[in-house]
């Protein structure tokens, strides 16, 4: 066969595979293969056993499933996914169902949430390849079919498998949403950053590395997150202690030093990373761009989410600083053969480590250096060398820290887990790739066992979907065989194998690694997956899926073991810290020991405790079993789950952004099975194409003939019989076409022939009439060019004539003005600069002097203090030695006496006649009572010393007391001021303001020079108890200070007793009064009854007779306000003279009504000279109204602050009868004698009394001083009430016409008494809402205006204003708005409802707006409209109450179109295709594409959005509302189809960029046609326009680049190059877009538009800020009608 011209694929060392083209032709046989490589060498290839691997045609390589590539073989997929990475940026590539993820080491923007939403709801082919679409994928079917799914996503240390498990539990929750617990979204999304903290470290590879596997199984109920689990594989336990170069420790010791300086971490002893052992062995104690300090306020917060107290929080963290301060501890020999090691009791991390965990250091030291070894009847106490003790110290850190990792897992899970059970769930694998070291040890044998297992899932399930879509098909294949691995998984846990002689090795007592070795040697030698190493060292090979690992046995049987002592648990177990106990309690009777019981040392004598017995007869499991069988249930539970895997790409070891290296990959992708899922697929047949597809591409190669046939299947069948002639390279199935490797190139080199061919008959005619048109144009406009161009020159040689005149005379003006514009500044910035300098020095100057002086008056107090602190204790100290010397003496002869006696008695029985002994012993006896009669003398003069003492102290007191007499006779003398001056200033009223400014003034300064005295005085009382603690000589006369002090507090309490039994009775006295008033009131409301039957000239003779009770009524009522007024001033005053010890002086209350004559105000005190008698008549009538209505509202608020103030009275006497009886306690503890801390105890507590005594009495005169302000704007509305009714009409008119009108069986309008309003009471504002708002239905009322109920909201609101009624106006406007969110919260989905209620609120506002006193809205008005102005209710905050809800019914109605439009857009934007056949064969081989028919149409599109506008219209809405609402969902489509657009690769294409344009202007020339092109709709939809023009520019050189910078105006650069990278060329017709000109096209957007913003999609959320304009109605309001269908008969029209 003939292969010349054809390209393929050779090995190479640097770039694993190398393009070459054949230049020869090859024959069967041929032993060489001539060949060019690209840099236009040539190479003689010899062929030994196969010919090299041929390469795909050029426009399949960068396919988004890899399955699809025509040739499928390890070169053309590493070609392709270097292809897309590098080219394209794309980071995501399916290979059948792997996700193929490639780092990019840089923050790319397709992760945000409109992305999330963009994914949501799409096939897996409709969108381009990512993790999204996977997770999608999964949660699909997971609905749909009700069965567990699971991701599976592995790789190396670096590849990104955490980023990626993170952006799929994201996906889950934002999709997914929450079920009952609306926190449990944010709780799975915090479990993230914790794991982190405490799971991964920096390595060589990755500066966030995971160091341990993790099963997140995230529960659903109903389509929502209910709650997860998360289950942990094979921690690194070892990193705790020992860290290579340039790696660090687990995140969270650095997260700990580095926020050491925390106040809430200070007590654990935390410094610098450095300073510990086990954080700075890698030499690293920082990470790029990680801030540890900010992480560790993450973490907090995370186990806030989660539901961890904070003290648990301090607790874990001081575990965690005990760990550091563990590998501090200095372990010392005790000589050098190393027998014996000590550590020194001064150690400070000792110290530390011991007080962290509330455990002893001397057992510490002990249990590091020594161990207990128990045997069948003795125990031994064993030293340890200084080696074994380090180990062993590293031991018990790893033990910690996985136990505290065991804890904080458990406690995730608590916070996560949901308290319904889950129906379904998704599992997310996060766990570690295939490793292969240099050096491989205990960690990597398991790592790669796991992936053994995870590999033999893997190709079961991928070869059981191959087969079973053959199967389906009814595709005749003969079933291959698969590689399978085993074997591989026998010998490492088979019944010899690896792992089990690995733990009987751990049972020997003297197992080590070499026996271990050995015993593999002899065990599995003769398997073909086991290998002995040749360097003679122990060590074994096995040959895994991935290739061949040489495992070092040295610390297998160490790390399996795990072992801990048992001794230094049992330490932690009795630990006073709760959580460590619990720690270690969780576990059991702790871990094997590690040394032998057979081994010599000191016997410790004894019987073993029960607690003390060997660790080896304690069952534990070791470290492979338990991984083993966790694996196991691990596989069991992805068996039961249909899995989904994401294969992790590390593409290069330098962390370098969007860099390739082959070799890498290579490696990575022979791992991780992606390349056994290619030769699975190239086995069969890889290529699938639908009939619908493959007619769709491969139309031009079919003849007319063969277009006859009855359906798709037979024209197809034809078609591959005449263009392929083997049966062997095809099968038709039942709905796809087969195609052996190689057949679908073949096709498209067909096409392209094909295609090829009609593009240069086309092109030759086409450019021959181009260059024709081209000439003719030319040569006109070279004329027209010469014509213009030389008076152009001429005029722009006069103009440069006059600019240069006109330049000479501007330089000089400018520059004087800028000479003198300079000096001018300078001179005001030296000044400037002088005065500030000079200011500068005196403040210093005077602050030294300051200082200074403050310094001199501290030295002196704090040095007699000092002195006389001295002398008390010296005193104390001497008076302390007499009386131990004398009782020591006394003691002694006592002793001495009783000896003699002892001896006189002997003597007695011995010698009866020794009598001359007896008289020396009498004679003794009377020296002695000398001795004691001398002693009583002393005794009495010392009595006699403290008595004069006690005397001199009590003459003190006395003074004192005599001081606070003065204190309180100042006092008095202020008050008898404050009444003169009172006195004085009622004789100058006209001074009375400014007197009662500056009373103010002088009361604040007081107020804040009392506070600053209190402050003093409590700083004094705190002292003076310092004092008291120091000078215990001084007890006696503060003993009697305090007595006194208690008897005064008790006849105060009676004095108080009595105040409150006084304001009792004052309160019963106000009852009465209130009940008086209201009898007046019902009096004066019979008054306007008589008044309608009296004729209209006669005037009651009593008219005047009238004013006197209601006046002398309301002073009485203010006189007892004002008594009530003073009662509370004088308790306040009795309870702060019980503060008279702490507090000198009160403070003055301020009572601002007693200086206001309120009859004044009322305009009640007026001559009835000056007014008729009808006038005066009708003023006192409604005066007398208002105010009864505002005296009831009063006296009822002050009836409830009386009672609240009785209230309060009744606490502060039970609290003043606590006082008393804590008083009386006080008291019998004085003359009991007790301690002098017990008594300052019962002083500060009678303090503290006292301030919350005061506390309340300010508040309550807080309380009054509100009313007061209250009462004095009551009275003020009423005055402006009274002096707008003396221009109002009669009382009595009003009343007969309505009476007249209500008689009326209509609503027709009466002619000359219309007021352009309706009648209506309170009690029918609910009937008036029910009817207009609640109930109503404009489509029910045939003719009626749209906004009838704003316009009938507004009458009755005018009729309220008429009223001078406001709080009526407001509660109607109030329950206007409830009733309207009520409905629009029943009908939230229901657009002409909303479009309804947004016109009657806009209508409602203007109308308030355009009847309002602001006379901005009054030049539309006509004069019969200016009559019905608002006179009485100011309408301000009623605007903007409606302008706030009409906004939110606006967001409402966008919100309402956008769930109409959504579904719509993609479809009729995008997928439909008005131009037929223009883009059929735009998809090429190997994109997944879609190929269902559009749900939508663009008419369809359009229809929406014209049924949308005529809804605004038909409700009245503003004409300038409807074009924002427009403009709005242009916005949402334009940017839902951009945002697509950039998502979708097969949409980038030249042909979707003619369909998207026209698609576009379509929607432009609906605009023009509704005559919305001025609404600022078209401008939304340019970035969509560029965007199509984009599509359709030419892209090659560098002034096409310019051009096309110069186009793309509204396009951010991120989309610009978004859609370069994605634009597919159309085949043999276009070339593709080099990567040089897509970096030139990044350069100069950079450089035109800066660093702007990384975000990739348009925010459709966005909402623009609606503008409700003021249109004025043209409608007269005495005009309205109003239908009698809606029920409003009770309203009258006045």
Known sequence: MSLQGAWVWIPDCVEVWRVAEITRSYKEGDAILHLRLEDGSALAYPIEFQLPPLCNPDYLSDADDLVALSYLHEPAVLHSLRRRFLEANAI????????????????????????????????????????????????????????????????????????SAKYAMRYFTTVGGCLGDSSMEGKVLASSPVMEAFGNAKTTRNDNSSRF?????????????????????????????FQAKVERNYHIFYQLCASAALPELQGLGLRGAEAFHYTCQGQCTAAQRTDDAADLESTRHAFSVLGVPEADQLELFSILAAILHLGNIAVRGRDRRGDGCFVEPADEALGLFCALLGIEASQVMRWLCHRKLVTAG?????????????????????????????????????????????????????????????????????????????????????????????????????????????????????????????????????????????????????????????????????????????????????????????????????????????????????PMSLQSRRSSGPRMAGRPSRRSMPSSQKSKKSISSQFKASLNRLMEMLGSTTPHYVRCIKPNDGKKPFVFDSRRAVEQLRACGVLETIRISASGYPSRWTYQEFLERYRALVSREELMGTHEKQICSLALERLLQDPRKYQCGKSKVFFRAGQVAYLEELRYQRLRAACTLLQRHLRGWLARRRFGRARAAAVCLQRHARGMLARRSARMLRRTRA?????????????????????????????????????????????????????????????????ARLRGAVIYLQCCYRRVRACQELRRLRVEARSVEHYKQLHKGMEIKVIQLQCRLDEQAQEKQRLVEQLSGLNAAHAEEVQRLQAEMQRLREDAARDTQVQQLQERLAE??????????????????????????????????????????????????????????????????????????????????????????????????????????????????????????????????????????????????????????????????????????????????????????????KVALDDDLKNAYDAVQVANRLLVSQLQEEKQQHEEEIKGLHLDICSLKQLSQQQAALIQDLQRHQGQEELQHHVLQLKEENWELSQKLEKQERTTQKLKKQLRAYAKQIQELIVKRETTRPVQELAASAVVLS??????????????????????????????????????????????????????????????????????????????????????????????????????????RQYSQDQSYWQGNTARQNKHRLQNVDPQNSCRSLGALAVQLYQQLIRTAEKCLKPMIVAAMLESEPIQGLSSSSC???????????????????????????????????????????????????????????????????????????????LEQWLRAEGLQQSGACEVLEPLVQAAQLLQVKKVTEEDAGALCSLCTVLSPQQVVKILRAYTPAVGLEERISPSFISSVEKQLQDQYGEGPSQLLVDTGHLFPVHLPFTPSPLHLDELRIPETLDLAFLVRL
């Open 92 to 163: 995501y590539t399916y290979c059948g169902i792997i996700l193929v993820a490639i780092n990019p080491y840089k923050p790319l923007p397709i992760y945000e949430e409109e992305v999330i939403y963009a994914y949501s709801g799409r096939e897996v082919g409709d969108m381009d390849p990512h993790i999204f679409a996977l997770a999608e994928e999964a949660y699909k079917q997971m609905v749909r079919f009700g069965k567990n799914q699971s991701l599976i996503i592995s790789g190396e240390s670096g590849a990104g498998k955490t980023v």
């Open 213 to 241: 596997g993790k099963y997140i199984e995230i529960g659903f109920s109903e389509a929502h997150v209910t709650g997860a689990t998360i289950k942990t594989y094979l921690l690194e336990k070892s990193r705790v202690t």
């Open 378 to 590: 003795e125990t031994y106490l064993k030293p340890l060398s200084r080696q074994q003790a380090l180990n062993s110290r590293d031991a018990l850190a790893k033990h910690m820290y996985g136990q505290v990792f065991r804890w904080m897992v458990s406690r995730v899970n608590r916070a996560l887990r949901s308290l319904e059970s889950h129906r379904t769930s998704i599992g997310i694998l996060d766990i570690y790739g295939f490793e292969m070291f240099d050096l491989n040890s205990f960690e990597q044998f398991c790592i790669n066992y796991a992936n053994e297992k995870l590999q033999q899932l893997f190709n079961l399930h991928v070869f059981k979907l191959e087969q079973e879509e053959y199967v389906t098909e009814e595709i005749p294949w003969v079933f291959v065989d698969f590689c399978d691995n085993q074997p591989c998984i026998e010998l490492i846990e088979g019944q010899l194998g690896i792992l089990n002689l690995l733990n009987e090795e751990c049972k020997m007592p003297q197992g080590s690694d070499g026996s271990w070795a050995q015993k593999l040697y002899q065990t599995h030698l003769g398997s073909s997956h086991f290998q002995k190493p040749k360097r003679p060292t122990d060590a074994f090979i096995v040959c895994h899926f991935a290739g061949k690992v040489e495992y070092q046995c040295d610390g297998f049987v160490e790390k399996n073991r795990d072992a801990v002592p048992e001794e230094l648990v049992g330490l932690l177990r009795a630990s006073k810290s709760a959580l460590l106990a619990e720690l270690f309690l969780e576990e059991g009777d702790g």
């Open 807 to 871: 330049a000479v005379v501007l330089q000089k003006t400018l520059r004087m003005v800028l000479a003198r514009r300079s000096y001018l500044c300078m001179r005001q910035a030296v000044i400037t600069i002088q005065a500030f300098a000079r200011g500068m020095f005196a403040r210093h100057l005077y602050q030294q002097m300051v200082w200074h002086q403050k310094a001199v008056v501290i030295q002196a107090a704090v040095r007699g203090w000092l002195a006389r602190t001295h002398y």
């Open 980 to 1169: 003169l001056e009172k006195h004085r200033m009622k004789s100058c009223l006209a001074q009375e303001v400014e007197e009662l400014r500056q009373r103010l003034a002088e009361v604040e300064g007081v107020k804040l020079q009392l506070g600053e005295e209190r402050d003093a005085l409590i700083q004094r009382m705190l002292e003076q108890s310092q004092d008291l603690e120091e000078q215990h000589q001084r007890v006696a006369r503060e003993s009697q200070g305090l007595l006194q002090e208690l008897e005064e507090e008790r006849a105060r309490y009676q004095s108080l007793v009595q105040e409150y039994t006084r304001l009792e009775q004052g309160y019963e006295n106000l009852r009465d009064e209130v009940a008086f008033y209201r009898g007046l009131e019902e009096h004066w409301q019979l008054v306007p009854e008589g008044l309608q039957t009296q004729p209209s000239g006669e005037v009651p003779l009593n008219s005047s007779v009238g004013q006197d009770p209601f006046e002398k009524a309301y002073l009485l009522l203010l006189g007892q306000l004002n008594a009530v007024n003073e009662e509370l001033a004088r308790t306040r005053e009795e309870l702060r003279r019980s503060k008279a010890p702490v507090e000198p002086e009160e403070r003055k209350p301020l009572d601002f009504l007693k200086r206001r004559n309120i009859a004044e105000m009322l305009g009640l005190g007026r001559s009835p000279e």
């Open 1303 to 1408: 008689r009326s069986p209509t609503v027709q309008s009466l002619t000359g008494l219309s007021q352009a309003m309706l009648v209506w009471k309170m009690e029918d504002e609910g009937r008036i809402i029910k009817a207009i708002i609640t109930d109503y239905k404009p489509q029910s009322i045939p003719g009626v205006l749209p906004d009838l109920p704003a316009y009938v909201l507004f009458l009755c609101f005018r009729h309220a204003d008429h009223c001078c009624d406001e709080p009526r106006a407001r509660s109607l406007l109030d329950a206007a708005i409830d009733a309207i969110k009520r409905v629009m919260k029943k009908h939230s989905d229901d657009f002409n409802m909303v479009a309804l209620w947004l016109a009657n609120t806009c209508r409602f506002l203007n109308c308030l």
């Open 1484 to 1562: 090429p081989p190997g994109h997944r594409r879609s190929l269902a028919t559009p749900a939508h149409t663009l008419p369809e599109l359009l229809q929406q959005l014209g049924s949308f506008r005529a809804a605004l219209d038909r409700h009245g809405l503003a004409p300038s509302v409807g074009h924002q609402a427009l403009r709005q969902l242009l916005f949402l489509v334009s940017g839902t189809t951009l945002n697509y657009l950039l998502l979708r690769k097969e949409t980038c294409s030249w042909s979707r960029g003619i369909q998207l344009r026209y698609n576009v202007s379509q």
